[in-house]
């Protein structure tokens, strides 16, 4: 097989013939000694005060000792000192001219010089080689390949390449692997292409490992399944490398199922191979699948890693398993495994998403180190709890150990003010965004604070910020005016929004939703039925809706008046009770809004059967009197089961969350978190 990659060709130039620093600096010197010769004589000199050298110049002894300076190089370098051991270089250059230092000193320069990442440094250290007359063996050349393409000497390092007098499998690799990491991946591809014209075969597996790296950065599935084929002809499909790099390029390029053959065929599996299965089954979304493979891995004897338990907490997340999650943690603490910072971070999210705020806080006060994603994921879990309080606490806690925040943080707390109500802080903290060229606030920043006018009635203020953005509008902006229109019953400013929207949103549902609920507890019904027909015409109707609750690490789902569930008499029995004291205490039916789970000629059905009520009539009867209820919604909750979720935590005394699509909603004895704004 050819692959159909076109070569990367450069005239050969031997990386030896460089521009020598110390000739432009004698010449500059001279200028200026030759210029300063005609100076007025009368002119006094500047008195010269003796300057105190560094440290390792004043312990250098007289006669010059190169042996100490390169030993004091290496232990520089050693101990992390890698601006001293490059200055250190100049010392060499000083004292001895054009004499070569050791191969382990210069190994230390590279070293020094590769994770300063700077060009100068890295030029100084070669330039040393070659003037001292230095020749370096095939690990040297590899080296310094690697450090110029560290620094972003992407064109000099190509020229080292083609004037290497002989080229390993390893250096094709390293030049491969720096045009990959320099955002070169098609120069990769057709350097691999001339390997593999020279040597087919031959070419090695760790050099195809960095191909199909550089096939999964291009997001090239043709030139992925040709370098399969290349895989295939090498015969290395019992090497570890190879599948997991092939499986984790059809996962990025959109193909899973191809990469779930490639993991089938493994004759072994190492927990790189199982954990990379279960990052692409993660990353689209494949939960259920996941969860299948993590049990199948669990069976196999395979020792779970911290990557591993990273990659789970985000596939419990998603299916709401929060006792799978507890129990893993507790298994790695178990078996002495230190929980790394995404993983940790991976766990204080897991808990925010699904309302446990003081465990999320637990686990986030004992991490040994925090980023910033940490301090994000609390602070918005804050946020969407209605925690507004703890939110900008821990926001003005994060100011105050000098980390700076970024547009997620400053996101995260200004949906924190939105939900609590904090109008205040809220203007507050979007000026100070405001007056930070790094941070400007961009359309999701706008479309909080419009909500956050919207729900304190503030509707013109909302508007304007509409119209004075910097930038067009965008949909998230519109559908927040929208729902203060919709709070606020303003009729005449969600035509406008309402129209802005459905012009960029057509196709979404919820759109014509939030305008006809609108119309109709406004009572305009003539419009409302306008809307209809619209939905009518465009075919778009409202999809039964789902409410669930776990117990006992089971799934139950509800539907509108289902009887599906093996206790349905027994919830409907209960339901129907629950109803009855709750009306003692007040409650009263919403007969003005259209229900989002329940089709427009079902309306006069008895709301009583909603799904959520369903659900929170089997968590009741299922569970111990004390424990708490999670109730999760695939729509928006809608105002009479709120009303109605709201007097049931009042006479069963029990918390209930529910989470619906756009927030979390924690009612407890008779009130919710969101303030009746959602």
Request: with cysteine; charged share 20%; glycine share 6%.
């Amino acid at each position: 097989m050819e692959l159909q990659l076109t070569p990367l060709r450069s005239p050969p130039l031997h990386p030896r013939t460089t521009i020598h620093p110390t000739k432009a600096t004698a010449t500059a010197t001279a200028s200026t000694v030759s210029a300063c010769s005609v100076e007025p004589q009368s002119l006094k000199p500047r008195p010269q005060f003796p300057r105190q050298a560094p440290l390792h110049r004043r312990r250098r002894s007289i006669p010059f000792d190169l042996p100490s300076l390169c030993a004091s190089i290496e232990q520089l370098v050693a101990e992390g000192r890698h601006r001293e051991a490059c200055d250190a270089l100049r010392d060499a250059r000083a004292g001895a001219p054009f004499v070569a230092l050791p191969a382990p000193t210069y190994d230390a320069l590279v070293t020094a010089a590769s994770a300063l990442r700077e060009a100068g440094s890295a030029a100084a250290v070669l330039w040393h080689m070659e003037s001292s007359g230095f020749e370096p063996d095939q690990y040297m050349w590899n080296r310094v390949l690697g450090m110029y393409l560290v620094c972003g000497m992407l064109t000099e390092a190509r020229e080292v390449f083609e004037g290497m007098p002989t080229r390993s499998r390893v250096t094709w690799g390293v030049m491969m692997g720096g045009l990959v990491d320099g955002k070169r991946p098609r120069a990769a591809l057709a350097l691999f292409g001339e390997l593999w014209e020279e040597v087919g075969v031959g070419a090695g597996p760790r050099v195809l490992v960095v191909a199909v790296r550089a096939a999964t950065v291009l997001g090239s599935v043709r030139a992925g399944r040709e370098l399969h084929c290349c895989v295939a002809k090498m015969g290395m499909s019992e090497d570890q490398y190879l599948p997991c790099a092939l499986i984790d390029m059809y996962s990025k390029c959109g193909r899973v199922d191809e990469a779930r053959r490639v993991f089938d065929g493994m004759p072994w599996r190492s927990v790189v191979a199982w954990n990379t299965m279960l990052a692409a089954y993660l990353l689209h979304g494949c939960s259920d699948q996941a969860l299948d493979l993590y049990h199948d891995m669990c069976e196999s004897g395979v020792q779970l890693d911290q990557f591993t338990f990273s990659t789970m907490l985000g596939v419990f997340s998603r299916l709401g398993l929060l006792e799978h999650a507890k129990q893993m943690h507790a298994g790695l603490i178990q078996s002495g495994l230190q929980m790394d910072i995404v993983g940790n971070t991976a766990l204080v999210d897991l808990y925010c998403k699904w309302g446990q705020m003081e465990d999320a806080r637990h686990v986030f006060e004992r991490m040994p180190s925090r980023n910033l994603v940490s301090w994000n994921a609390l602070i918005a879990g804050y946020g969407y709890h209605g925690m507004g309080g703890k939110a900008i606490e821990m926001f003005e806690r994060l100011i105050a150990e000098g980390i700076a925040p970024n547009h997620v943080t400053f996101l995260g707390v200004l949906n924190a003010c939105r939900f609590s109500g904090f109008i205040d802080r809220g203007k507050r903290i979007f000026q100070l965004m405001a007056h930070n060229p790094k941070t400007k606030p961009r359309a999701m920043h706008y479309a909080c604070v419009i909500e956050l006018f919207g729900r304190q009635g503030l509707l013109d203020e909302a508007y304007s910020m509409i119209r004075k953005a910097p930038f067009t509008p965008t949909a998230n902006m519109w559908g927040a005016l929208l729902t203060a229109c919709r709070i606020n019953k303003n009729i005449q400013l969600a035509r406008l929004a309402a129209e802005q929207l459905l012009a960029m949103e057509p196709q979404k549902v919820n759109n014509y939703i939030v305008l006809l609920n609108l119309y109709i507890s406004s009572g305009k019904h003539d419009e409302a039925l306008t809307v209809v027909n619209t939905l009518k015409k465009a075919g778009l109707y409202m999809g039964a809706a789902c409410s669930w609750i776990t117990v006992k690490k089971k799934d139950h789902r509800f539907f509108f008046n289902d009887s599906l569930n093996p206790k349905s008499s027994e919830i409907y029995r209960r339901l129907d009770t629950l109803m009855e004291e709750i009306k003692e205490l007040g409650y009263v039916s919403e007969d003005d809004e259209l229900l989002p789970d329940i089709l427009p000629d079902e309306q006069e059905t008895l709301k009583v059967y909603h799904s959520e009520k369903l659900a929170v009539a089997f968590g009741l009867i299922s569970t111990s009197p004390s424990a708490p209820l999670t109730i999760n919604q695939s729509h928006r909750l809608c105002h009479d089961c709120h009303k109605a979720i709201k007097f049931v935590s009042q006479v069963t005394k029990r918390e209930i969350t529910v989470r619906d699509a756009s927030r979390f909603h924690h009612f407890k004895l008779g009130t919710c978190s969101c303030g009746d704004y959602w």
